[in-house]
């Protein structure tokens, strides 16, 4: 079964830039049909989806986080690394990697989040 793990630095400086990867075992990231997003979780809000790249390796944002978002994959090490710029205090959340099946055919496979907090 595919098993998703988020990693991160855990604690950001308000202007700084967080890189969060995720890596993924029992499947590969260009298996047909699947896109790894990234959603997240603030403190009192719901989930916010951040964007995603494909199997084929196209990338979709959210309109909202473009500007200050990278999506990008490593496919030696079978990874989806995220980048967010000039972060704040609003950009802390719990921060999940998450996988569908383009078709449908299965449910999503979540990762457990890794915590990312924003402070001075």
């Known amino acids: 079964q595919v098993q998703l793990q988020e990693s991160g630095p855990g604690l950001m400086k308000p202007s700084e830039t967080v890189s969060l990867t995720c890596t993924v075992s029992?499947?590969?990231?260009?298996?047909?049909?699947?896109?790894w997003m990234w959603i997240r979780h603030a403190p009192g809000k719901g989930l916010e989806w951040m964007g995603a790249?494909?199997?084929?390796?196209?990338?979709y944002y959210s309109p909202s986080l473009k500007s200050r978002t990278s999506i990008y994959r490593d496919t030696s090490k079978n990874q989806i690394i995220l980048q967010l710029s000039s972060v704040t205090p609003e950009d802390t959340a719990v921060y999940y990697c998450?996988?569908?099946?383009?078709?449908?055919?299965?449910?999503?496979?979540w990762g457990k989040g890794t915590l990312v907090t924003v402070s001075s």
């Open positions: 998450v996988s569908r099946d383009g078709t449908g055919s299965r449910a999503d496979y």
């Open positions: 029992g499947g590969a990231i260009t298996t047909d049909y699947d896109y």
């Open positions: 790249i494909g199997y084929s390796g196209v990338i």
